[in-house]
Every structure is written in C-alpha cells, then in structure tokens.
C-alpha cells in the first residue's frame, strides 16, 4: 500500500521518510480517534512526506479538536475533489487506510519515527540551502548563525517531551524542593539578592515566567541588572538578550553599578562621555577585572527573532553547561521588540514573544524574567500606577505569566509636574518639592499577580546614574545620592 501521491516535490530518498509509517498512524486516528490524545503535540501535519498525507492529518485535526467524528465516511465529502487522492483511487483512500491499520498500540513510535525523518529533511534541506549560500560567495559567519538557528529548532522539536507525569513523580519531586530548603542545602530557585523582594516572592523559581512591567523611567531595566549582578555573584549563571542596549551600554551600567556597591560613585553617563578624573579611571579599570569573571553572557540585537533568540539561549546553555556556573537564568529586555516572521498583528507577535519566554522557562528548567513596556494609556489615570488590567491588551502576558510585577516612581511624576506647572499649581509648589525630596530614591515594586504568594507593594530604593536598587537608604548615609 506504500504509495505517494505526486504532489511530493522532494528527492524521495528513503532514508528520510517512511510512508508505511504514515499511512498506520493515520489509519490508527481514523479507526479509533482517542488515539489522537497520543500523537498531539508530538507530530504535526507538516512532518508527514507526502502532501496528501499532510492534508489528510489537517482534516483529522480539524474535526477531532472541533468535537466531531473524524471517519473515512465524515472525511469523505473534503477529498471528493483532491487531485492527490484521485490519483491513489479517490476517498476509497481512507477506507483503505483505516482497513490497512494493523494495530494502535505502536501509534506514538509511528509519531515519533515521522517526526525525527521530518527534522532528518529540514536538516538535509538547511545544508543545501546554506551550500548554495557559500558557493554564492556569501560570508561564512552569517551562514553558520542561520545554520545553527535552524539546527537548534529541530533540536526542540525532534526531543518531545512526554505530555503527562504522575501525581507521585510529582510529589516526589517537591518533597525534595521542600526538604533542600528546610536543610538550607540551596534556595528553591533563585534569589533577587534584595532581601525585602525576597521575604514576598521567596525566589525566582524554574520554570516560572517573571514579568516586570512599567512605563519608560519607572527602573525596571535598572531592577532587572541588579537581579541579574546579584545572581551571577551568587554562582548563577545568566544569559541577558538585551534588545533595546548594545553590549557595550549594557557593560557601562554594569560597571558603575559594580563601583557603588564599593562606595565609589561614577554614573555610567560620566563613563560614556569619558568625563573621569586618572583615579576614577584607575578604579573603572579596577572594576572591569572584578567583574571579568561574572557568569554573565549577553544577546546581540540582533537575535530579535522568535527562533534565533530561541538558539542564542540554548547557545549559552552549552557555553557554561562545563562550566562551575551553569545556565540558571535569563532575563530579556524587552518582551515587545521580540520579532516573528508568522505575526499577523502586534498582538499576535507579544503572544508568540511571550509564548516563547514561557517554553523557555518550562524547557531549561530556570527562571525567565522579561521585561515589558506598558501602553501610555496608564497615564491617563491619577496617579498613574499600574495594574493589571494594563495587561489584559498586550497579548498572553498576563495569561503566561506566574508572577507579574510593576515598577513604578512617583518621583519621575512629580519632577514632571514642576517642569510643567499649570497655574493651579503654583501654589502648590512647595508641597509638590517636599514630597518630591520625601520619595526622590523610592521606587515602589507593585507585585500585582503571583501564583505562589501574596500581592503587595515592596518600597526599594533606586540611583538611577549608577543602576543600582537598594533595600534602604544606607546608599544616602553613605553619599551615593
């Protein structure tokens, strides 16, 4: 019965693909249907050799996810006119295909074994193509970072993981979570390093998605680098696509941040325009080589993309996998400038960013902190603090998310409103430069969901020039302000 409908533009070499394979699986989904519930999320219709095949596992899909009978006889009327199934005798095809089912039993070695000759294709085509690329005189470094990204996307999808695990697999697993810290052998994820966040989070723990959402100014960069400095100080290892930053801006707020945990205030704007007296030199030098050991590896802007990003982090995973910090967290800023080829709208591209930061935390095992920028329209309130209705327009953030924190400064308000006094408010200008002296450092961290915890408002304390959050004011006493 191995035939192949001509649709099928590929070389038909053997080795990548397995037509008797194909026709059992769907012959299994059309002669009992709950056999579907054990192929879902390891085989799709794109997988399958044979177009007809691809059409014939879409149309199974359709039916079964809208609630109805999938059947040689219910699937007959949408090939009565398909040109690939007139050549193998028309929709007597299906009959045939259910008839010729020996047995269900090996359904989910069938989907596996088509999905790896699937990946095997892509593989064979990604080398063509990048061949065809070299003899085209094109540069060997792009061409290897495209070939990786493909190769590392048919890695996820040729390694499925099972759908299901058992109540004891389950428990047993968090007996051990539970035991590790009660022994404090290890926190059970990882700290934020500011021990007030940690008292109402516990930790960033793996497989959670950590959003940190505000407006532009609110310090949410700022509060991401201290957890990222704190963590890697900690023997984490961090992987930070910072999309919006340069590698080398990203290293000056690490610098001066690392200079004012030892009391030497140098705000990076200083450092970029080179405004620095010999001894202040002397000590950013000093600082470079402190911090040279940092496990720390940064994102290019360039990895923009849903699938190069995907590959830039499974990339520094391998990199610190030998190393004595390996990868344990990633934190991207920020969630909207991630690209998608496949959006159609800038709804469904947040979606897929966001579906993207969730599959990572779930597949390295580790924390993801992302960063996301709220729309203007939290402005328009008095005050202008955010919520979490702020979300509810931004795609699946607030779905995928497990813990959502805003950041929010009252101080950025207020120099606002003295820049732009309106004539009710001249009299209130003293009032207005009291407060603001009051909450100049304050930068509240709104936690607004948290599946694992209570929502509450955690006041830190923020220098902005030097990129560094505090738990209180001892920065002041200390003349970093």
């Known amino acids: 019965m191995a035939q192949i409908s001509s649709g099928q533009t590929q070389d038909p070499d053997p080795s990548v693909y397995n037509t008797e394979a194909e026709q059992q699986l769907l ?10 519930s054990r192929v879902v999320g390891v085989v799709e219709a794109g997988d399958f050799f044979d177009p007809l095949h691809q059409r014939i596992f879409e149309q199974i899909q359709q039916r079964i996810d809208a609630g109805q009978l999938a059947s040689p006889i219910t699937m007959k009327p949408a090939f009565e006119n398909d040109q690939g199934m007139k050549e193998l005798g028309g929709p007597r095809y299906l009959a045939r295909l259910a008839g010729a089912s020996i047995s269900s039993s090996a359904i989910a070695e069938y989907a596996a074994m088509i999905t790896d000759l699937s990946a095997k294709r892509n593989l064979i085509q990604c080398f063509d193509q990048a061949k065809v690329r070299i003899f085209a ?7 290897a970072i495209d070939v990786e ?35 404090g052998i290890k926190p059970n994820g990882v700290l934020t390093g500011l021990s007030r966040l940690d008292s109402v989070l516990g930790s960033m723990r793996s497989g959670e998605l950590i959003l940190i959402g505000a407006r532009p100014s609110m310090g949410k960069t700022t509060l991401a680098q201290n957890l990222i400095f704190n963590a890697a100080q900690s023997g984490v290892g961090v992987f930070f696509p910072s999309l919006e930053m340069n590698a080398e801006s990203v290293g000056n707020r690490f610098l001066s941040l690392g200079l004012s945990r030892r009391n030497i205030k140098i705000p990076y704007n200083r450092m970029l325009k080179g405004d620095l007296t010999e001894s202040e030199f002397r000590s950013v ?48 800023d920020y969630l909207q400038l991630i690209q998608s080829a496949k959006a159609r709208s800038t709804y469904d591209r947040v979606s897929e960013a966001s579906d993207l930061c969730k599959s990572l935390a779930m597949e390295f095992d580790l924390p993801v902190v992302a960063l996301a920028q709220l729309s203007r329209n939290v402005e328009m309130r008095d005050p202008p603090v955010p919520m979490l209705s702020d979300l509810r327009e931004s795609g699946k953030l ?11 400064r009252d101080a950025y308000y207020l120099e606002r409103k003295l820049n732009n006094m309106s004539n009710e408010d001249i009299n209130k200008e003293a009032d207005i430069r009291a407060t603001l002296e009051r909450c100049r450092d304050q930068m509240d961290v709104i936690i607004a969901k948290q599946r694992s915890g209570p929502l509450k408002t955690v006041p830190l304390f923020v220098d902005l020039g030097t990129s560094n959050v505090y738990d209180d004011r001892s920065h002041v006493a200390d003349g970093l302000i």
Do not use: W
């Not at 190069?308 to 995973?317: G, S, T």
């Open 27 to 36: 012959g299994s989904l059309l002669v009992n249907n709950e056999n579907y």
């Open 137 to 143: 005189g094109e540069g060997a470094a792009a061409i």
């Open 149 to 183: 990204t493909s190769a590392g996307g048919l890695l996820n999808k040729a390694s499925t993981k099972p759908l299901i695990r058992s109540h004891l697999n389950a428990i047993t697993a968090s007996i051990m979570q539970i035991n590790d810290a009660y022994q």
């Open 285 to 332: 030098v000093d600082e470079a080589k402190r911090q040279e050991s940092l496990p720390i590896y940064l994102g290019e802007r360039d990895v923009r993309e849903v699938s190069r990003l995907r590959a830039a982090a499974k990339r520094a995973q391998q990199r610190m996998a030998d190393s004595p910090c390996p990868l344990g967290l990633i934190v991207l």
């Open 398 to 408: 607030e779905e995928d998310a497990d813990a959502v924190l805003f950041t929010y």
